[in-house]
């Protein structure tokens, strides 16, 4: 089964910058849709970005767009979400997820990470 395991979450200022990947040691994401959701304390998972298997198209939430940016390197089988100028409204824990044939915003994703914490404080 394909396991997602995401990292580069932490603590950053407002107005930084901070890069999140997502990767599978056992399987190749060559073929996948991949995509970004969060969710915050109390509130409903968002889906914050997506790119398509061939990386030609990306989707992004309106909260997110131009301040993040959805990539990815097939060579390293990494997906990345680069996020600029955070505010204290990107506060969550960001999932990273994977579909063979669904490409889009909502949580019709069938395989997900564990999470990885993102605060921004002020």
């Known amino acids: 089964q394909l396991q997602l395991v995401e990292s580069g979450g932490g603590l950053v200022q407002l107005g930084g910058s901070l890069r999140l990947s997502c990767t599978a040691s056992?399987?190749?994401?060559?073929?996948?849709?991949m995509a970004w959701f969060r969710q915050a304390p109390g509130k409903e998972r968002e889906g914050v970005s997506c790119i398509s298997s061939s990386g030609s198209s990306r989707a992004y939430a309106d909260s997110v767009k131009g301040r993040f940016t959805i990539f990815r390197d097939n060579a390293k089988n990494t997906v990345y979400l680069q996020m600029n100028s955070l505010e204290a409204e990107d506060t969550a824990v960001y999932y990273c997820?994977?579909?063979?044939?669904?490409?889009?915003?909502?949580?019709?994703?069938?395989?997900w990470g564990q999470g990885t914490q993102v605060t921004v404080s002020s």
């Open positions: 056992r399987f190749s994401l060559d073929f996948y849709t």
């Open positions: 997820a994977a579909d063979a044939s669904y490409y889009g915003l909502a949580g019709l994703y069938d395989y």
